[in-house]
């Protein structure tokens, strides 16, 4: 690894953590795009300070930057205060108006002797990592510890003023002073990152990382540990595949692909994203499904064992065969459903299938009076106690049977015990009111 | 022997956009009293409370605790806000909430420690909460969840308190348990303002009313506040003057 490869691994990835860390709070105070003001509002003020110094200055640069940023967001605040106008609105309308300014004085800078190019101010657009130097590295570091330091020292004001604000002042805590301090730290933690991913960009740094760490905990503390690993990883994965880490799938052999540091970063952060939203743990997309799918099967498992009972109440002790394509009708079930739900029960060992034939064993059997108790059970509560007509109580008990705890069986049964109910098998299942 | 009196409001004005809502208030809340805040929707009852604790800008008046204006005396004072202000999404656990209510004592940068963790036990228990200490709190019922905001105040020892709209959205087993945990606070000497609006259950509820709208109708014992001609001061037609005025004043200030 080169000596500049590394510098712009360790300069990214630190950005990233801290971004990340930033962006939890920035995003739990309901101000997720306070950074993408800032972000693109910094272009004018980096165009001007080039205007007024006339070379390439990087204190200069973010000492506008930061200059520009804070009067895009005073304004929204005097906009908001003076008309009506809908937050969201304020904020494209502030943001629109100064990356159309920035860009104007851009191609201002361009016609100059100095030239705009030379002075690489079109690098702010979308960042340029490979001009990273160790100063910057520098900046970040120190950025990195004072946010981090921050936000131990401060946590329990930022967490009250982020989730309450009207009772943390109540409090007596200076609700404005410490949002001051989150807002400029997020300011300069993007003021850094304009090197990097650009103006562009900058935002999805803020946001990304936090939003995919809320997947995984609903803890804070843990939120904000997740949310910097993310952003690092994020950094590091970007800044390794453009750095021409990863094989080139097309081309000439042996080639190198070059790709731009910084939207590799964003890019990859989408992935973690992407992945996070898809398959962590209880709140994912996979795991929402399978707990779905899990228990949707569990409910055919009942009907099936509950319509081979009652096929063949009548012919009880006797446990009798019935035609499975006959079933599979009754049920409205696809066959495939079906093969996968008779499968299940006979490795079980619930069910025996033979020649298209499907008939109860005891084990099922001893099920399948488990459901039918309390289906019935709970059509009779239905019928009897909360008076729903009877042509209503059977699709109720369909969704209930298999969601009923034993002891609530239990206690239905007792409220609703009447002798003559049981059934002769004397399996306290009472008479089917169809 | 007098009365301490635990809250004195005097001469409060509020204006929302240029549109008053409160006009001079005057009023003094005695020690010791479960009070209800009653009125019409729109009769500033929210604004009393958020005004007298400082939260909305005040044209006018001055509000004392004990005595002591509010910057000076925060430690006495107990707040519930409204449920819905607030994005239950967010990843905090119940002891977290709770803890929230010790954070005012402990100042700048000391953390919650055993004592206080100690104390915010004892507070979900006061609300039958204990066993949901490390649930995240969108897990909660809104009973559930006005119970925790509950807690969260009592941790805050304070002692007058402040709630609002406690009963919105709450079923009748946790406004039950509310009720007689805030009248175990009186007892204790503590007062307890709450904004209430259903009028069937003052009587029952509070031995001291404030009947609002727009302006102070009423302020006392239940008894003699809450009488016909009261209600209709403050429920009937007479007062659409006032709203008119208001109305005409908000429009001539906004061109």
């Known amino acids: 690894m080169s000596y500049v490869t590394l510098l712009v691994l360790l300069t990214t990835s630190l950005l990233g ?15 997720a795009l306070v950074g993408d003001v800032l972000a693109h509002a910094a272009l004018p003020g980096i165009c001007l300070a080039f205007l007024i110094v006339r070379s390439r200055d990087l204190s200069a640069f973010l000492t506008g930057a930061l200059i520009a940023g804070i009067a895009a967001v005073a304004l929204m ?6 008309l009506p106008t809908k937050d969201d609105a304020v904020l494209g309308i502030v943001l629109s108006v100064f990356f159309g300014l920035g860009v104007m004085l851009l191609s201002v800078i361009q016609k100059l002797p100095e030239g705009g190019n030379r002075a690489g101010l079109t690098h702010f657009l979308f960042g340029q990592a490979a001009a990273i130097s160790r100063n910057d590295l520098l900046l970040v570091f120190a950025l990195s510890l004072v946010a981090t330091g921050a936000i131990i020292l401060l946590y329990k004001e930022l967490v009250v003023a982020s989730f309450d604000p009207t009772f943390a002042r109540v409090q007596g805590w200076p609700v404005g002073l410490v949002d001051l301090a989150l807002f400029s730290l997020v300011a300069l933690v993007t003021m850094l990152g304009l090197a990097v991913v650009g103006v562009v960009l900058m935002a999805a740094l803020l946001i990304m990382p936090s939003a995919a760490a809320r997947f995984w905990t609903d803890r804070l503390d843990r939120m904000l540990l997740v949310a910097g690993g993310f952003g690092a990883c994020a950094a590091v994965m970007g800044t390794a595949s453009s750095a021409g880490w990863v094989p080139v799938l097309w081309g000439s052999p042996g080639e190198k692909l070059r790709l731009p540091t910084g939207p590799m970063i964003i890019l990859s952060g989408a992935a973690l994203f992407l992945g996070s939203m898809l398959f962590a743990p209880r709140k994912g997309v996979v795991s929402r499904a399978a707990r779905l799918l899990t228990l949707r099967f569990r409910a055919a498992l009942d009907h099936l064992l509950r319509e081979l009972y009652e096929q063949t109440e009548s012919a009880l002790p006797q446990l009798a065969f019935q035609s499975s394509e006959q079933v599979r009708t009754r049920l409205g079930w696809t066959k495939i459903w079906m093969w996968m739900l008779t499968r299940y029960a006979w490795q079980r060992g619930w069910i025996r299938i033979e020649n ?14 488990q459901v039918v108790r309390a289906h019935r059970l709970w059509e009779l509560f239905l019928l009897e106690k909360a008076g729903i007509a009877s042509d209503h109580v059977h699709r109720d008990a369909d969704a209930m049977e298999h969601l009923l705890p034993p002891e609530y069986v239990a206690q239905l049964e007792v409220q609703l015990a009447v002798p003559e109910r049981l059934t002769q098998s004397g399996t306290s299942v009472p008479y089917s009111l169809h | 022997m007098s009365e301490t009196i635990a809250l004195e409001i005097h001469d409060l004005t509020v204006v929302y956009h240029r549109k008053p809502v ?35 800008p005040v044209v006018s008046g ?18 519930v806000p409204q449920r819905e202000t607030i994005d239950w999404d967010f990843p905090v656990t119940v002891m977290d909430v709770v803890l929230m209510g010790t954070y005012g004592r402990l100042g700048w940068f000391r ?4 004592a206080e963790r100690e104390l915010a036990q004892k507070c979900l228990k006061l609300v039958e909460m204990e066993e949901f200490a490390d649930r995240q709190i969108r897990q909660l019922s809104g009973g559930q969840q006005q119970r925790v905001f509950l807690a969260r105040a009592l941790a805050q020892q304070a002692s007058i308190y402040f709630l609002d709209e406690p009963f919105v959205g709450v079923d009748a087993a946790t406004e039950r348990a509310i009720v007689s945990l805030l009248q175990t606070l009186r007892d204790e000497r503590k007062t307890v303002l709450v904004v209430h609006h259903d009028l069937q ?3 029952e509820y509070f031995d001291f009313a404030i009947l609002l709208n727009m302006r102070l109708i009423a302020a006392g014992e239940t008894s003699q506040v809450f009488t016909n001609e009261n209600l209709r001061k403050a429920y009937g037609g007479r007062l659409t003057l006032l709203a008119e005025v208001a109305e005409a004043v908000h429009r001539s200030a906004v061109p």
């Not at chain 1, 953590?17 to 101000?31: K, N, S, W």
Request: charged fraction near 20%; glycine fraction near 16%; charge should be positive.
């Open chain 1, 77 to 82: 605040a005097l906009i908001r205060k003076l």
């Open chain 2, 111 to 114: 953390r919650p420690g055993r």
């Open chain 1, 17 to 31: 953590a801290t971004a990340g860390m930033l962006g939890c709070f920035a995003i739990l105070r309901g101000r």
């Open chain 1, 356 to 369: 298209g034939q499907l008939g109860l064993l005891p084990s099922g059997l001893h099920r399948a009076l």
């Open chain 2, 22 to 56: 409160l006009w001079d208030i005057d009023l003094r809340v005695p020690e010791g009293r479960l009070v209800g805040i009653i009125g019409p929707n729109g009769a500033g009852k929210s604004t009393l409370i958020k005004a007298a604790l400082g939260l909305v």
């Open chain 2, 201 to 203: 259950t003052v009587r």
């Open chain 2, 62 to 79: 001055q509000v004392w605790f004990y005595g002591s204006p509010l910057r000076e005396c925060r430690h006495l004072v107990g707040y």
